[in-house]
């Protein structure tokens, strides 16, 4: 049974930081991308970055390019989020996803449907 685990989220002021974790448990063998995502209150879900399991390339949302920082821990299986210089409109819940698929570009990877399992979620809010 495959459970991810997310947590970090708070409140915090627009300018600052925030590092989320989100720690797998069971068959992680066979995860193949890890993925960050976020949604907002009266929006779809949004792709934010994802890092491959294995190889540990990133691939990152415009939106955050620049000021999101993916990063794993594959002895203890946990995947990083450093969020910096947050805004207001980075408030959501985030939630981890793993994936398990293979050979399917980062462009796919975006859809929420190509990751089989997916954590509860943490909330971040960003004041201004």
């Known amino acids: 049974q495959v459970q991810l685990v997310e947590s970090g989220g708070g409140l915090v002021q627009a300018g600052g930081s925030l590092r989320l974790s989100c720690a797998a448990s069971?068959?992680?063998?066979?995860?193949?991308?890890m993925g960050w995502f976020r949604q907002a209150p009266g929006k779809e879900r949004e792709f934010v970055g994802g890092?491959?399991?294995?190889?540990?390339?990133?691939y990152y949302a415009d939106s955050v390019k620049g000021r999101f920082t993916i990063s794993r821990d594959s002895a203890q299986n946990a995947v990083y989020l450093q969020m910096n210089s947050l805004k207001p409109e980075d408030t959501a819940l985030y939630y981890c996803?793993?994936?398990?698929?293979?050979?399917?570009?980062?462009?796919?990877?975006?859809?929420?449907?190509?990751?089989?399992?997916w954590g509860q979620g943490t909330q971040v809010t960003v004041s201004s």
């Open positions: 996803a793993a994936s398990t698929e293979t050979e399917v570009p980062w462009s796919a990877l975006k859809s929420v449907f190509r990751y089989g399992y």
């Open positions: 069971g068959r992680t063998s066979s995860f193949n991308v």
């Open positions: 890092i491959a399991w294995h190889a540990g390339n990133t």
